[in-house]
């Protein structure tokens, strides 16, 4: 069974750090590119970060409103991909759910290419 789950999310101060795991089980990252995405209450989903294959240099992509405060890394060995968020907003909270596309045209994302999905992990930046 495919299957891609968010962990880490939860509840943190305003300049707070986090970091979310985006495990696969029933297929292999190393073909993939990986996003992560977000979606806050009332907007739509948004693209956050992508990595691209290791085969194909593993680059990174960031949304303007993150670069610079998150990191998105990959373990082909564990079939995981990080997402570290540091320096972390109340406009950070939303949904965050991870995403694998078979192919990829480059920044920003197309959610409609992205071949599976996470659920989606809660992360609420607040005092």
């Known amino acids: 069974q495919v299957q891609l789950v968010e962990s880490g999310g939860g509840l943190v101060q305003p300049g707070g750090s986090l970091r979310l795991s985006c495990a696969a089980s029933?297929?292999?990252?190393?073909?993939?590119?990986i996003g992560w995405f977000r979606q806050a209450p009332g907007k739509e989903r948004e693209g956050v970060s992508c990595i691209s294959t290791t085969i194909n240099g593993g680059n990174t992509y960031y949304a303007d409103s993150v670069k610079g405060r998150f990191t998105i890394s990959r373990d082909d060995a564990k079939n995981t991909v990080y997402l570290q968020m540091h320096s972390l907003k109340p406009e950070d909270t939303a949904v965050y759910y991870c995403?694998?596309?078979?192919?990829?045209?480059?920044?920003?994302?197309?959610?409609?290419?992205?071949?599976?999905w996470g659920k989606g992990a809660l992360v609420t930046v607040s005092s």
């Open positions: 029933g297929f292999t990252l190393n073909y993939y590119t």
């Open positions: 995403a694998a596309a078979r192919s990829f045209a480059g920044w920003p994302p197309n959610i409609n290419v992205m071949n599976y």
